[in-house]
């Protein structure tokens, strides 16, 4: 009795098998429509442009607001925020990170923002690497 069930099992999935297969034929042959739609292929593909985004000095941020804007804002560790805070301070510009459009002028937005709110005239930029 149980060849005879699993007997019946597989000729019920060789049923579904086979069905299948003709549905899969019948689509093959069936005849494609003509369309006025032509397919671009893109083979100028490359990586979107990078900015840099730049602090500049100034006679009126104070040093800890550079480096709280420099942590807060672009993510830098307690050392890398005061290491760019002093190169800005001696150089009057330091490059703070290297980001995409969308991301180098949300971060200038941010950070502007919140040394107006502070009332300080920090200026940063952000421009094409």
Same mark, same amino acid.
């Given at each position: 009795?149980?060849s005879? /069930?699993?007997? *019946?099992?597989e +000729?019920?999935e060789?049923?579904?098998?086979?069905y *299948?297969?003709?549905?899969i034929?019948? =689509?093959h042959?069936?005849?494609?429509?003509?369309s006025? &739609?032509?397919?671009?292929?893109? !083979?100028?593909?490359?990586?979107?442009r990078?900015y840099? %985004? !730049? &602090? =500049?000095n100034?006679d @009126? !941020?104070?040093?800890? @607001?550079v %480096?709280? &804007?420099?942590?807060? $804002? @672009? @993510?830098?560790?307690?050392?890398?925020?005061?290491?760019?805070? *002093?190169? %800005?301070?001696h150089? +009057?510009k330091? $490059? $703070?990170? &290297? =980001?995409s =459009? +969308?991301?180098? $002028?949300?971060k200038v937005?941010?950070?502007t923002r919140?040394?107006? /709110?502070e009332?300080f005239?920090l200026?940063l !930029?952000?421009?094409?690497?």
């Open positions: 009795m149980q005879y /069930e699993k007997l *019946l099992k +000729d019920e060789f049923e579904k098998y086979a *299948l297969c003709m549905q034929k019948k =689509y042959s069936m005849p494609k429509e003509q006025s &739609i032509k397919e671009r292929s893109r !083979t100028g593909i490359r990586e979107p990078r840099k %985004v !730049t &602090i =500049y100034d @009126f !941020t104070s040093m800890e @607001f %480096v709280r &804007i420099l942590m807060e $804002v @672009f @993510f830098k560790s307690q050392a890398e925020a005061e290491a760019l805070m *002093l190169k %800005v301070h150089s +009057d330091a $490059v $703070v990170g &290297i =980001y =459009y +969308d991301i180098a $002028v949300s937005e941010k950070a919140m040394a107006r /709110e009332g005239p200026r !930029t952000y421009e094409p690497e």
